[in-house]
C-alpha cells in the first residue's frame, strides 16, 4: 500500500481556485471553519485521501456504517466574486513530522495539478485565557500578500506566533512558498481550552472579507454561545489559576 | 527484507471463501473466537506470515523448539451449508500505525487473491464491568450488511462504539469498502479486564447463526466458568472501584 | 544512504563456517563471551557493518581518534577440529523493531554468501538473583539440535525462557529457519544485574565442548572474581530486596 | 516527497574547500561559533536543505514571514591563507536517528561534490558547571589530524568525552572517516546550561588559528558579558545544587 491513496470521485474543472485548509488543531479553530464553509457553500466532496500516516482506525456512525479515517477534499464553484474553491478538511493530522510532510506535500501536488493560485490555512492561536474579541492574526509567505492580508483587517503581530506554526497549516506555507504558491495563515485567537466556534467566527469573517464571500454565521454563533454558557458555569464553580500566554503554542 | 513476507505452503482452491479475522484485542475475544474455530473446524494452515511490523522476537516452545513471531492463514472447506473459510490468526498486530496498515492491507491482497467475498473480523467491546449474557455489537461497510446482521441478532446501538474500531478489525473493514469486499465487525461484549471466552462464545453463536455452522462450544463454556470461579474469589477479597465505561475504548 | 552498509576488508574463503554471534544483551553475557573468542582464537576483523539503525554517534578511543558505531565480522580459520568460524560482535543492537529486523536479514545474507551452515547466537538469561553455577539454557531450530546440544549439556527447561527470545540472538534463529540454516541460542544464567563474565565462562564452556575447541578462560575467571568481590561488599553495605524471577525477561 | 530536498541557489566554484558544521546542541557552542563566521567572513548563501527529518513547522519573522525550517550552506572565498569555505548552519538536526544518518549522508555527498577535503565540526562539551576559560577539546578521523590540532592548542584528554560524540558532529567525522575525508571535532568547554558565546569563542579562537584566519571576535565577547552578569545575578539569588559532571553527555 502506498503511503497515501487519494482517491478522486469527480475530476472538478477549477478556475485558479484557492485552496482552503481547515484540518484539527488548537481549539479546533480551522477545522470549524472550513466545516461551516462546506455547509454554507453547499460544497462538493471530490476526492478522500486515506494514509497509512493516520491512526489504524474506522469511525462508526449511528447506524453503525464504519469509515476508515481519512482527509477529504470538496469543491465549491463561483463563490463570492466568481472564485473556485478547494477545501480540505478530515478528522486527524499526520502522526508522525516524517507523517505530516508527506501529507502536506500530497496536498501540494493536488493543489498544482488543479492550478491552485492561492492557499489559506485555517487555524487557532492559544493564547490560554478566555478572549472577548478574537483578532485574526496572520503569517505568509511574501511581502504582498502581508499587505493585502493587512487591508482585510488581518493582524500581524511582532512575535506572534513566537513559536512558529506546526502542522498542516504551516507545512501548506513552507511547502507552498518551495513551490511559488502564495499562501496565508489566518489563527483566530482562542483559549486553547475549548472547542471554540468564536475563533472560528472570527476566522470566517476575515476571509469571507478577503474572498467577497457573504457566508452566514449564525450557526457558529448559537454554538458560541452555548459554550459561553457552559464555560460561564464553570467559571462559577472554580476559579481557576490562568496558564500563562508562553506556556501555549500554536499548532495547527 | 521486505516488510512482510507470506510464505504459503499451499494454495488451497477455495469458493468464494470468507475471511474469518480473530488477532489479539480487549480481552482477546476475537483471538479466542477464531483459535477456537480452527480447533473445531480442523482447519488446514496454508500460510505464514512474517514482519518487521512484529516485535523481534522468537518464541519458545516446552521442547525448546523456536517460533519467529507471526500471523498465520488456515482454511476449512465447506462448512456448514457449504462455505470455504480462511482464518486469520496470530500473536501480535503490528506495533506501529504504519504496519497496522501495511499488515491490513496485506491481508486484503490475500483475501482478493482468493476471490473473498466477505470479510468478519472478531474482536471484544470493553465495557468496564462484568457482563452476565455479552450481547454481539456490530459494525459494517454497508447498510444491507447492517441488517443481515440484524437478522441474526447482532446489535447495532447508536454511539456503540463512541471510539471507532482500532486495529485489524477496523482496518479490514475500512480497506475492505475501499476495495469493495463487504465486511463486519462482530463485537462480544467484555469486561477487558481478563482473556473473555464468554465473549468470545457469544462471537461464535452468531457467526454459527451467520454461516450456517454447528461450532461445539463446550470448550470455551469450560474456560468461561473458570474464569467465572476465579473472578469470584477475587471479588469476595476485594470490592473494587468500576472504571467507568466511556473509560475504555475499543481496539481490536 | 542505504539503511545497512557493510564493507568487506577481505573476502575470506571459508569452508562450511559456523556463524556465532554475541552482541550487547542481559548481562552482557553473549558479548563478553564473543569478544573472549575473538581473543583467544586471534580472529581477524573481515567487515565492518554501519546502519541507520544504530545511534548517530561516534565513539571516541583515548587517543581522541574516533570510530562510528557499527558491528564487526570476524573469521578463525581451522578451529577446534578444523572448524571455520565467523564471528559477529559490535556496540549495539538495532535501536528499533524494524531496525533489529533489516539487521539480522542483513546478517543471514552473510551467512548464505559464506554457506554458513550452523549459528549459535550467544546470551544471558536473567534470573534476577546471584547465581553460583549458571546453566546454560538453550532454543533451537529443530528437535535434532536440540538433541545434539542435550548430549553436550546445554539444558532445556520447559518454560524457560517463558517471554522467549528478544533481539539479534532470537531473529537468527527465527529467520535462520526460514533459510533453512539450523540454529541454536545458547544462553547462561545471569542475575541481570552486572555485566557478567561468570555467565560468559559457563556459556564458551558449552560452546567449546561443541566446536572441540580449547580455550583458555583465566581471563574471563579473573574478570568474574573481581565482579564477586565487588558484590560481595555490596551485599555487606545493603541487603536489597529481590525482584522476583518473573520480572526479567530474556533479552539477547 | 524526498526525504531531503536540497535547493541549489548558484553552484559556486570552490578550490579544496574546508566544510564547517556549526547545528544546534549543548550551549549551543557550534551553532554560534558558525554563525558568528557567517558574520564575519560575509559569507553566501547557496543552499537550502528541507527535510521530513525535521519538525513539521514554519517559523515566522516580525514582518509575519513564514520560512520552513532548514539547515542552510553558506560559501566564503579566499579566507585566511587563501582558503574556501563551506558553512553548514541551521535550527535543527534531524529528529530521529535515522533522520540524523540521512542528513549527514547528505552533506557528505554535497562535501564529495565540492570536493571538500577536510572537516571541521564545531560543537560545546558539557561539563556541568561554569568554566572561566573553557578548553577546546578534540577528536579526529586519523592520528595526523590530532598531531596537527595539538600543534594548534586543541587538547585531547583520556576519557573525554567518554560518552562519544552524538548527532552530526559526530556523524560528520565517522561517515567523513568512511569516504576518505579527515574530519575534526571542536569542542568548545561549556556548562550546558545556557546558550555559551565564551565557549563559542574559544572554538573560533582555534579554528582562526588552524585556518589563519582574523576573526573579529567582540560581538561574542559582548554577548559573553551579557551571560556572565546574568548569572552573576542568578548565583546571587540563588546557591543551585550543581549537577554532577558525569550527567552531562556530549550532543553535538
Redesign the interface.
Known amino acids: 500500500?502506498e503511503?497515501i491513496?487519494t482517491?478522486f470521485y469527480e475530476e472538478p474543472e477549477l478556475k485558479d481556485p484557492v485552496l482552503i485548509e481547515g484540518l484539527p488543531g488548537v481549539g479546533n479553530v480551522g477545522k470549524l471553519a472550513a466545516e461551516h464553509l462546506l455547509d454554507q457553500l453547499d460544497a462538493v466532496k471530490f476526492a478522500d485521501i486515506?494514509s497509512?500516516?493516520?491512526?489504524?482506525?474506522?469511525?462508526?456512525d449511528?447506524?453503525?456504517?464504519?469509515?476508515?479515517?481519512n482527509n477529504e477534499l470538496y469543491y465549491a464553484k463561483d463563490v463570492g466574486s466568481g472564485q473556485d474553491l478547494i477545501i480540505l478538511v478530515g478528522d486527524y493530522q499526520?502522526?508522525t513530522?516524517?507523517g505530516?510532510?508527506?501529507l502536506?506535500?500530497n496536498i501540494i501536488e493536488v493543489a498544482r495539478k488543479f492550478g491552485v493560485k492561492r492557499i489559506y490555512t485555517l487555524g487557532g492561536y492559544g493564547v490560554g485565557k478566555m478572549i472577548e474579541t478574537p483578532r485574526v492574526l496572520?503569517?505568509?509567505?511574501?511581502?504582498e500578500l502581508?499587505e493585502e492580508m493587512k487591508e482585510n483587517g488581518v493582524e500581524?503581530s511582532?512575535?506572534?506566533?513566537g513559536s512558529?506554526?506546526?502542522?498542516a497549516s504551516?507545512?501548506l506555507?513552507?511547502?507552498g512558498?518551495?513551490y511559488g504558491i502564495g499562501a496565508v495563515?489566518l489563527m483566530g485567537e482562542t483559549s486553547g481550552y475549548f472547542v471554540d466556534p468564536k475563533g472560528a467566527e472570527a476566522v470566517i469573517k476575515i476571509l469571507a472579507k478577503i474572498l467577497d464571500m457573504d457566508i452566514d454565521l449564525s450557526d457558529l454563533e448559537e454554538k458560541a454561545e452555548q459554550i459561553d454558557m457552559i464555560t460561564s458555569k464553570l467559571k462559577e464553580i472554580e476559579a481557576p489559576n490562568e496558564p500563562k500566554r508562553e506556556d501555549l503554542g500554536y499548532i495547527g
Chains 1, 2, 3, 4 share one sequence.
Open positions: 500500500m503511503s491513496r482517491i486515506f497509512k500516516h493516520f491512526p489504524p482506525q474506522v469511525t462508526v449511528d447506524d453503525g456504517l464504519i469509515k476508515l479515517v499526520g502522526l513530522p516524517e505530516q510532510y508527506e502536506s506535500d496572520g503569517a505568509a509567505t511574501d511581502e502581508i500581524f511582532k512575535g506572534e506566533p512558529g506554526i506546526v502542522g504551516g507545512l506555507l513552507g511547502l512558498k518551495i495563515c
